[in-house]
């Protein structure tokens, strides 16, 4: 079926269940056609992006990570109420099953590179969402323990509570599950939270949740010196529409004949190493699509972290990455969609890595 928005990579898909998991919550199950089952393959933790029409600006686009997991037989993708938000509540108000809807294909870094390790997933309200495909990924196609700390505001807003008792009670030996009520508990602050995780500290962390929450739980983690290593996951609205079809950047006006030459870059995408040209001005995303290198990427504005790779050697200039957190960037991370080459005579050669 051809999309609306022309977009080549997208698909539509038919929703074939609305499930009400709260008064804030629907989970949307989709059914993926044989045709694009590779298409729509996904590892536990990804997320898909949902082109959501609009009558003000034809559509917006907005990420959902996917609750299922891959061993599940359809995708699904758990949307929260936002107050006054326009993509949250219009799926939650309009989407019934037998709704088509035009969707990117999964994506995101939010993902575990074995399953077999021990995990510590921390979550508050709709971070649960990619928390939940992780654990029952792990519990299902991994051999490692799960501990699962999930904070919300009351009971009635606990996202999954059935499903998640129901794994808790089927593998008592390796999934935890430790709930926190706002009602009964008071705020998760970082002081409270510290004796709670430190005996999960080493275990593979995963961090998803609203910005205060996340702050305290790095603080309550960096306590035992255990910040560093957290796998986070920022729930950011998409300010671009990554469904339109996106020319490649030009090299600025101003760039003097010498440096529009470009220089060469060596990216390493899977372990293999490509030399491309990176002209100075252009994004490394754009320089890497234009030569055929295959990576993964998704809304073009540094927002949703899926073009996520590290800074082996030299310099780049990085704009504004919603999509990462100031620790990461102090490591090396980078995002392709915003780095640019450095257009200063620095000739230490640049690689950069992708998972
Ligand atoms: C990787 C990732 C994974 C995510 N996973 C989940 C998840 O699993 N579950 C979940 O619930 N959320 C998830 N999110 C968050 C989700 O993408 C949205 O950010 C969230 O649902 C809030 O979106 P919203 O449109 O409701 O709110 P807002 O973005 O706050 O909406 C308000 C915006 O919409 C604009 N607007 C208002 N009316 C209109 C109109 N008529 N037409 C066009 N624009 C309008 C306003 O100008 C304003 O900018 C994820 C985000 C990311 C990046």
Redesign the pocket.
Known sequence: MTTASGDTRSRVLRVVEVREETEEAKSLVFAIPERDRELFSYRPGQ?VTIRIP????GS?A????ISSCPAEERLS????R?D??????WLCDNVTAGTSLEVLPPS?AFTPRSLDGDFLLIGAG?GI?PLLSITKAVLRCGTGKVTLFYANRDEKSVIFRDELRELAVGHRERLTVLHWLESLQGMPHRTRLAPLLAPHVGAETYLCGPQPFMEQVRQALAEHGAADDVHV?????LSGDPFTERSPTPAPASVPDSEAAGRAVSVIVGGEEHEIHWSPGSVLLDALLDEGVDVPFSCFDG??GTCRAELVQGKVRMGRAEGLTEDEVEKGAILACVTEAPDDSDPTRIVVRFP
Do not use: A, W
């Not at 609009?54 to 600006?57: A, I, K, N, V």
């Not at 996951?233 to 609205?237: A, G, I, L, R």
């Open positions: 997320f609009s009558d003000r600006t917006v907005r990420c959902h990570s993708v758990t949307v929260k936002v006054g938000g326009y993509g949250s509540n995101g709709s969402t996951e920022k729930f950011t609205s927002e949703c």
